[in-house]
């Protein structure tokens, strides 16, 4: 009863904040999700990333084990639903990264957060950024039939990413009054995120639900699987095995929608399959995977 009354205290302000964004639409409400994005990924993530890395406590041995482990993870997933999708004849440029890529920056981060405080966060920033690096280059290419992955570079989380990795390695601080304001305006990036996703998915038109439901529960499934093996291997501690396995659970992103809508739109609604209904699931799968690892 307390394990299942601590997995609801994290969990619960997750799918509320998300509950608001799709009450939001559903009430007529204007939103502007292509502005609120941008601000987003432009903004309020990267700021979060850089405080989170200056800031954290986590040792320097600790956060290299996660991000090699995230890397190996994030390979063997990219592997296993490569072989999936050519087996199963589906169409690569449309499934292939929406199953790999998971939603880590909507829900991981701040389920990462309710659940392991500041470490978590900080942790579970670097899993994210490892997965928008790969997102960026790889999942893109795959969508768009080719491109420059170099691309990446122009992503200001990447450049957050980096500079806060060197800030962390250098044991450099920028002072006080930069870090607050910093700090202040990454603060936006956990509610805008989850807001923005459940307006995203009020406003999805989901196409092939049943196809959908299969490859959302094969994706969870499968990743959490991944998840656990990889951060066993590893010998990873107990919150950075938590936060990795946390991090691959999460359903199929919001972003893999957007990217389809913008270089494959004809894809875009079996996409929005798969994002609603892996998001549904999720409301099921992410809690019984906190409770299996907290």
């Given amino acids: 009863m307390t394990i299942a ?15 608001v964004g799709y009450a939001w639409v559903r009430l007529g409400f204007e939103y502007r999700v292509e502005f609120v994005t941008r601000l ?16 954290t406590e986590v040792e320097a041995a600790a956060l290299a084990a996660i991000s090699l482990a995230s890397v190996v993870a994030y390979g063997i997933v990219t592997l296993a639903f490569a072989g999936i999708v050519a087996a199963l004849r589906l169409d690569r440029g449309t499934y292939l990264s929406p199953l790999i890529f998971g939603n ?25 950024a490892i997965m928008a690096v790969w997102s960026f280059t790889f999942g893109i290419w795959v969508v768009a039939g080719g491109g420059n992955p170099l691309r990446v570079l122009r992503e200001p989380l990447v450049g957050a990413t980096l500079l806060g990795a060197l800030f962390l390695w250098q044991g450099w601080q920028t002072p006080e009054v930069v870090t607050n304001a910093l700090s202040l305006a990454g603060q ?24 959908a439901l299969g490859l ?19 010998g990873l501690p107990p919150v950075p095995f938590a936060v990795l396995v946390l991090q691959l ?24 399959g798969l994002v609603v209904v892996s998001t549904l699931l999720s409301v099921i799968a992410l809690p019984l995977t906190l409770a299996l690892v907290i």
């Avoid at 009354?5 to 509950?19: M, R, S």
């Avoid at 359903?251 to 894809?267: G, N, R, W």
């Fill in 249 to 272: 659970a999460t359903p199929v992103a919001v972003t893999s929608y957007l990217i389809a809508q913008k270089y494959a739109p004809e894809d875009a609604d079996a996409v929005a």
């Fill in 188 to 211: 936006m990036a956990i509610p805008l995120m989850l807001i923005t996703l459940g307006v995203a998915v009020a406003r999805l038109h989901p196409a092939g639900l049943g196809r």
């Fill in 104 to 128: 880590t920056g909507n829900l991981g981060l701040p389920l990462a957060l309710f659940a392991f405080g500041e470490q978590g966060l900080g942790l579970a920033v670097v899993v994210f």
């Fill in 40 to 55: 987003a990924m432009t903004l309020s993530v990267p700021c979060l990333i850089f405080v989170a890395l200056i800031e």
């Fill in 216 to 234: 959302s529960a094969l994706k969870v499934v499968l990743c959490t699987a991944i998840g656990w093996t990889v951060g066993r291997w590893f």
């Fill in 5 to 19: 009354l601590t997995v609801l205290e994290i969990v619960a302000p997750v799918f509320l904040l998300a509950a």
